[in-house]
């Protein structure tokens, strides 16, 4: 299994970590990864961020998931673009990363349906 995983902070090197020890896991690639990432086994750092050509490498090398970490591509829609085009992702849509994403659009939201802050 190919893995890529989108991030550069301590959650992802963790991540990575955890799945470089899974014996179907054959190659990771963390982008753009960290110090951390660059000397886990099986991992590669690749200095990609932006979301049109993350998806362009992930078809062009045949990922099969994706694990995308930070806040800001998930609010920016990659999850979306990705499952678009019949790759496997993890992580909540555009709409949905906006709960953690915008303060205003989650007040809103609460409000909408009662729940309580």
Not at 4 to 16: D, F, K, Q, V
Not at 59 to 73: A, K, M, Q
Not at 89 to 100: N, R, V
């Amino acid at each position: 299994m190919k893995i890529l995983l989108i991030g550069s902070g301590g959650r992802e090197h963790a991540l990575a970590w955890k799945l470089a020890k899974n014996d179907r896991v054959k190659k990771i690639f963390v982008a753009p990864g960290n110090g951390g990432t660059a000397r886990e086994n099986k991992c590669e750092n690749i200095d990609i961020t932006d979301i049109d050509e993350l998806l362009k490498f992930a078809l062009e090398n045949s990922i099969d998931l994706t694990v995308v970490g930070p806040e800001d591509p998930l609010t920016n829609g990659i999850v979306d673009k990705f499952k678009m085009e019949g790759l496997k992702i993890f992580g909540p849509s555009e709409k949905a990363a906006m709960l953690e994403g915008s303060k205003s659009f989650s007040k809103d939201f609460m409000k909408k349906y009662g729940v309580k802050t």
